[in-house]
């Protein structure tokens, strides 16, 4: 069974103090694994995919990075907008679904 | 563009109801997704449409759970003779279709807060 854990289950940072998300994962054959930014009230927002061990992206202050069992969200300088949850997600290879297996996310806060 | 609208945003209904739950998707959106995020759970996958293919429906947790989607675009999702346990958001998405071994991201909707009393 497709698995997903993120740690920790809530972070919370003072402006300006970096640090990282991590997402865990065991699926049998990633097709992509995608990060997306959640605010209170709201659907999920589109931050990335990573599709292969090896791979970076960034976006502002965010960088996401992926190895063959776990991926991590690197927030640099923080700011308070960036208070939110981040969910993370993998599709698998097989059976020809779409579907999304998340984890439970990191409430991140960040204090000014 | 317009992204994927739901309505109603807020429904609160009493217990044995039925319940439709709308979604519109992204226009030239082929593939749509229904998924369930109760408090303190993950999103949790119902239902997968793709153009004129057979929905997956894996996810759907019972019976009284059913989804259909209409000329490819609009989807409604019902719920038969409510249960406090189905109190939850439920969120659509759609994406374009994936090509082989390539997926496209989902885009979410902001979702209906269901509450059952």
């Known amino acids: 069974e497709d698995q997903v854990t993120q740690s920790p289950e809530a972070l919370r940072l003072q402006e300006g103090e970096s640090s990282s998300l991590n997402c865990s994962y065991t699926?049998?054959?990633?097709?992509?694994l995608f990060w997306y930014r959640q605010d209170p009230g709201k659907g999920p927002e589109f931050l990335f995919t990573?599709?292969?061990a090896g791979e970076e992206k960034e976006k502002e202050r965010l960088k996401a990075t992926l190895t063959k069992k776990e991926s991590f969200l690197h927030i640099t300088a923080p700011k308070p907008e960036d208070s939110a949850t981040y969910l993370c997600?993998?599709?698998?290879?097989?059976?020809?679904?779409?579907?999304?297996?998340f984890g439970k996310g990191t409430k991140l806060t960040v204090n000014p | 563009g317009a992204g994927v609208s739901q309505s109603p945003s807020n429904k609160v209904t009493e217990k044995g109801k039925d319940v439709e739950l709308r979604c519109d998707p992204i226009?030239?959106?082929?593939?749509l997704y229904w998924y369930r995020q109760s408090l303190g759970q993950g999103l949790e996958f119902l239902i997968y449409?793709?153009?004129?293919?057979?929905?997956?429906k894996s996810g759907l947790p019972s019976d009284r759970f059913s989804a259909e989607r209409t000329g490819g675009s609009v989807s409604t999702l019902t719920i038969q003779r409510t249960q406090q346990e189905d109190s939850a958001v439920y969120l659509c998405?759609?994406?374009?279709?994936?090509?082989?071994?390539?997926?496209?991201?989902?885009?979410f909707g902001p979702g209906t807060r269901l509450t059952v009393t």
């Open positions: 998405a759609s994406s374009l279709a994936a090509l082989a071994g390539t997926p496209y991201e989902q885009y």
């Open positions: 226009s030239g959106h082929t593939a």
């Open positions: 699926v049998s054959g990633l097709r992509g």
């Open positions: 990573l599709y292969s």
């Open positions: 449409f793709q153009g004129n293919s057979a929905p997956d």
């Open positions: 997600a993998v599709q698998a290879q097989k059976g020809g679904s779409e579907k999304l297996v």
